[in-house]
């Protein structure tokens, strides 16, 4: 008999082999009407594949995660199908799969126009209703590179050619088009339905590489439903209304430039915020007993070999001669001999130092050291974007040293540190995945046994809802992803808690244990933010600028209706400062509504509007962001409520009582 696993951990047994197919059948027809593939021990295979062995099997549908994948990834195969019938002699390239959808690289002497994509769709839509059949065929590799060459596509023999001699390829066939991919695929063009388009044309070179030639790119998206792909477009809209980008240029709150790529010029207002989250996240883990380090940007390249980073990740590092430049103009800058440095990409290996200065014992942990640390990652110049993705980040990084058996509790503690956080910040929709190991790790399948199931039992314990990515742990441990959803939709993901029990080894950690001998800690790598840069960025958009006040980079502006009121606004403003509010003063001979209207662009939360009756009577006139009433309250009383509601979320009296019990 084959056990087979399902995903709610419920077994079934199989008296002999069956295809993907007549396992989705056996469970339920209906289910098999939607099957479109088979994921087997966490790898997704095509509906044909037999289930032979004992294995953890779930039928993939298109509305899961691998199936709208699969989705795409045919809608790139049907979109180049539909671009080569209709512009024959035009070359395909790579089309990969992409967040939200697909692209396709293309060859073509004149260039595609935004109409062409409108015929390219309704070609696509034609290919689907053929219902073509889709099968995978395996071709000896100089066989493959001799057919693409006839057929005039060189780009992709070029492709085959770099894989090893004497290596089969894979051949996927719709009908009579046909590519080389690797899989898997849908059983047929007809289940792909028809919620997609095709969004934009843009070129790309090949390999990414500008000394190459260039190409023709174009992005689309697909979906299961026609609903989806609907609201999906809907918030692709919304989203570029949000754009951080721009909101930050109307804010004033930061920009970037060619000369200092993935790196962010903060304005005054956009360090305000950063320092108000900053200001805040370094309370919370104060309060919960971290202890804050700085440690080198420059370290010497042997703690990246012992790491292992230098081998797994040096095309992402800033790598640095440890030698003074030469100034001789007919010499070289650097010599080339000198030993290497890196700047460095995270903070892990240093918090190892800090962690090895003295002997520890076993009452020491757990030890959470944490660190607003600047990192640096070598990103492509066409993968940045604004503060998604960048250069040079601060992240709010920690590490908790730790022993095996305070795995769980340390989880738990971090866990509602983070929702705690995450919620404070507006966010209440939180997915978390827990990542099993991956076929190639380092230790012990017991010590894998352990470590899962210490991070399960505390998502358990604090009756957090999760799901499983078997295979997408770390080499060295299991790891916790959240993800969260923000206020249009999107998904984000931020925290990571990942644990690890390779690099104490590697970097030589140890603490006296209670019999006396010398043990290794458990480090528990973890943030909450992330990258301050992103989730600033995030925050942008999430509000769409408009900040809750404790972060909101100016709270209140105090505008004058006439210059008889310049001198009580001045008070007024010294007064909301005193209180503890960032204020700026508007006393500009322009009329309110002009200043209104512009301060409501800048997204200022409050506008005080002072004449000549509000000086009179000591009172102010309340203007809210997005609201065309207003209030017109006593000074003292206007300044009270602003102070309570600039109040940070972890100082409101609530939060400190509930943190004093």
């Known amino acids: 008999m084959i056990k087979v696993t399902l995903p709610d951990g419920s077994v079934r047994e199989l008296a002999e082999p069956m295809d993907g197919r007549a396992f989705a059948e056996s469970i339920a027809k209906s289910l098999a009407k939607k099957a479109i593939a088979v994921k087997i021990d966490g790898k997704v295979k095509d509906l044909v594949t037999m289930i032979d062995r004992d294995a953890i099997v779930e039928v993939v549908t298109p509305t899961t995660p691998d199936g709208l994948e699969i989705l795409r990834h045919d809608c790139a195969h049907v979109m180049a199908e539909a671009v080569q019938e209709l512009f024959p002699g035009t070359q395909v390239t790579i089309g990969p799969v992409i967040e939200n959808g697909f692209f396709y690289d293309f060859a073509r002497a004149e260039p595609f126009r935004a109409e062409d994509l409108e015929k390219i769709e309704e070609r696509m839509r034609e290919i689907v209703d053929r219902d073509e059949k889709i099968t995978r065929e395996v071709w000896p590799r100089d066989e493959a590179i001799a057919y693409f060459k006839k057929i005039g596509e060189a780009y992709k023999a070029e492709i085959i050619e770099g894989i090893p001699a004497g290596e089969d390829v894979s051949v996927y066939r719709q009908g009579n088009w046909l590519d080389l991919c690797r899989g898997p695929h849908l059983p047929s063009t007809g289940k792909l339905g028809k919620a997609f388009r095709l969004t934009k044309l843009a070129g790309a070179y090949w390999r990414g590489d500008s000394r190459n030639e260039m ?10 439903t026609e609903a989806d792909l609907k609201a999906y477009l809907t918030m692709v ?23 200092a790529q993935g790196s962010v010029f903060w304005h005054p207002k956009g360090w305000r915020v950063w320092q108000a989250l900053e200001q805040y996240v370094r309370r919370r883990i104060d309060a919960s007993g971290y202890v804050e380090v700085r440690t080198p940007q420059l370290l010497d390249a042997k703690f990246w070999e012992q790491s292992g980073h230098w081998g797994k990740y040096r095309e992402n590092m800033f790598v640095v001669p440890d030698e003074v430049p030469s100034t001789d103009d007919d010499a070289p800058i650097v010599s080339g001999k000198a030993k290497l440095m890196a700047i460095k990409p995270m903070n892990c290996p240093a918090h190892i130092q800090i962690f090895k200065q003295g002997v520890k014992s076993y009452r020491d942990l757990p030890l959470r050291m944490a660190e607003f640390g600047c990192c640096h990652r070598n990103e492509a110049h066409g993968a940045l974007h604004g503060l998604m993705r960048v250069r040079q980040m601060t992240q709010d990084d920690a590490h908790i040293f730790c022993r095996e058996d305070q795995i769980q509790s340390e989880t738990e503690a971090f866990v509602a540190l983070l929702e705690s956080v995450y919620d404070d910040m507006g966010f209440t929709d939180l997915n978390v995945r827990l990542a099993l190991r991956p076929e190639q790790r380092v230790g012990s399948d017991e010590t894998w046994d352990r470590a899962e199931r210490a991070l399960a039992d505390a998502l358990d314990a604090l009756g957090r809802k999760y799901t499983l990515a078997p295979g997408e742990g770390a080499f060295y441990g299991p790891k916790l992803e959240f993800h969260l959803k923000d206020a249009i939709g999107r998904s984000w993901q931020l925290g990571t808690l990942q644990l690890d029990f390779n690099l104490p080894e590697r970097l030589d950690a140890s603490y006296i244990g209670e019999d006396s001998a010398k043990h290794r800690p458990v480090m528990l790598h973890r943030a909450i933010l992330g990258s301050l840069e992103r989730f600033i960025g995030i925050l942008i958009e999430h509000y769409e600028g408009k900040f809750p006040l404790w972060l909101a980079p100016v709270q209140v502006v105090v505008a004058t ?77 206007a300044i009270r409520a602003l102070a309570a509601e600039a109040t940070p979320p972890d100082q409101r009296p609530a939060a400190l009582k509930a943190a004093a019990e």
């Open 561 to 637: 209706i006439t210059s008889e009121a310049d001198g009580y606004a001045q008070d007024v403003a010294q007064a909301l400062r005193d209180a503890g509010l960032r204020v700026e003063l508007d006393l500009r001979n322009e009329k309110i509504n002009y200043k209104v209207r512009e301060h409501s662009v800048g997204k200022v939360p409050v506008i005080l509007v002072a004449g000549k009756r509000e000086a009179e009577e000591r009172t102010v006139s309340v203007r809210r962001l997005g609201s065309t009433d207003q209030k017109v309250q006593a000074l003292d009383e």
């Open 237 to 259: 809209e919304e989203a570029e209304r949000r754009d951080h980008r721009k909101i930050g240029r109307e804010m004033d709150l930061f920009h970037l430039q060619e000369e």
């Open 215 to 224: 190409l023709q790119r174009i992005y689309g998206t697909a979906w299961a």
